[in-house]
């Protein structure tokens, strides 16, 4: 199994910075893509940001310009840098990796728990 864990969610006003961090551990052979996607109460659950192994990076139009997505393959970690966050970012922040288990031929999406960011003032 790869277990995802998050770090790094928490209460902020309009306007301000947070930084999201996971790390994944567990028997795994290989990660490809890592990255976040977040879920607001009563909406689906959306992509925020992603990078491959070589850093090609994806956003959504919604964050393109304020959030930065970054990691650090030799520690199998991901970052989120999240700046000038609104209220409309207020969601369920949850770490992603694509990843090949050991012994397994195919890769597999792999969630973490979800840590919550909430912009209010």
């Known amino acids: 199994q790869v277990q995802l864990v998050e770090s790094g969610g928490g209460l902020v006003q309009p306007g301000e910075s947070l930084s999201l961090s996971c790390a994944a551990s567990?028997?795994?052979?290989?990660?490809?893509?890592m990255g976040w996607y977040r879920q607001a109460p009563g909406k689906q659950r959306e992509l925020v940001a992603t990078m491959g192994e070589s850093g090609g990076e994806n956003y959504a139009d919604f964050v393109r310009g304020r959030f930065t997505i970054s990691r650090d393959n030799a520690k199998n970690a991901v970052y989120l840098q999240m700046n000038t966050l609104n209220p409309e970012d207020t969601a369920l922040y949850y770490c992603?990796?694509?990843?090949?288990?050991?012994?397994?031929?195919?890769?597999?999406?792999?969630w973490g728990q979800g840590t919550q960011v909430t912009v209010s003032s």
């Open positions: 567990g028997r795994f052979a290989a990660i490809g893509d």
């Open positions: 992603y990796a694509h990843s090949r288990r050991r012994g397994i031929p195919w890769f597999e999406d792999y």
